[in-house]
């Protein structure tokens, strides 16, 4: 019998995955780095790879002269908002087209699957015009009415709940639950992986966005962290260590959100196979 030791002994594809993920973070590194540079270290040619000091200028001019907390402020309620709607909303068709069958299931589900693959380009106008109907234009609501539900979380909760096991459920309507409990109270607890996948990949999608709120948002107070961070580098070129600093705030919740449902991440899209 092999040791733990033996067990967990590097195989040869580190040798080769250790590399790449090394490739994989040195933007990211640079990033941080050039952060707590001063400009004239950023402008330097050739680059400085590492800071002679930390000066953390560009952290206090984005915060302290920019509207970077009104922004991150936006984004966050924009990226939740989001979330939450993906997690009721998707549970529930997610559901209805995993455990229950009507006129037409089958032909509607291909339906909405088959809008997955219609490019942002050709929506953005008729959306922009339902968005201006309801007189949500240059508001926070532009950005989450159409972010409400998305197909790909519906179809990733009837993927998993699919793969569930049916007798729980039936157990609980002999009991006289409705269908509503037995999603909230049984099968919910259950797909904690597929929660934590939607929620991750909705608040991704969501959060990085920035080509939706360039037509939707006008005014500055409205702006996300992404398009304001855009003005911001346009306006203040030469300031970049903001730049590189308000670069750090916009991925840091990004890296966060990831990292606490990295487990439950991996554990849904090993479990919740493409089945029919």
Known sequence: MSSP??????????????????CFALPLVWLVLSSVMSDAEINRFPPALWPKGIDLGGYRYVLGNAMFPR?????????????????????????????????????LLALMLATMVIPFQLTMIPTFLVMKELGLIDTLGALI??????????????????????EMEEAAWIDGCSRLRVLFSIVMPLARPALATVA????????????????????????????GLTTFQGQHHTRWSAVMAGNVITVLPVLVAFLLAQKTFVQSLTSSGLKG
């Open 145 to 166: 009415v159409p972010s409400l539900v998305t197909p790909f979380a519906v179809f990733l909760f009837r993927q998993f709940f699919l793969g569930l096991p049916r």
């Open 5 to 22: 030791v033996t067990s967990r002994r590097p195989s040869g594809w580190h040798l080769l995955l250790a590399p790449l993920t090394l």
């Open 71 to 107: 922004w991150f402020a936006n984004s966050l309620v924009v990226a939740l908002a989001a979330v939450l709607s993906n997690l009721l909303l998707g549970a529930l068709g997610g559901y209805a087209f995993a455990r229950m069958r009507f006129a037409g299931s089958r032909a």
């Open 200 to 227: 991750v990949l909705t608040f991704l999608s969501t959060w990085n966005d920035l080509s939706w709120p360039l037509i939707a948002i006008n005014h500055d107070t409205q702006y996300t962290l992404q398009l």
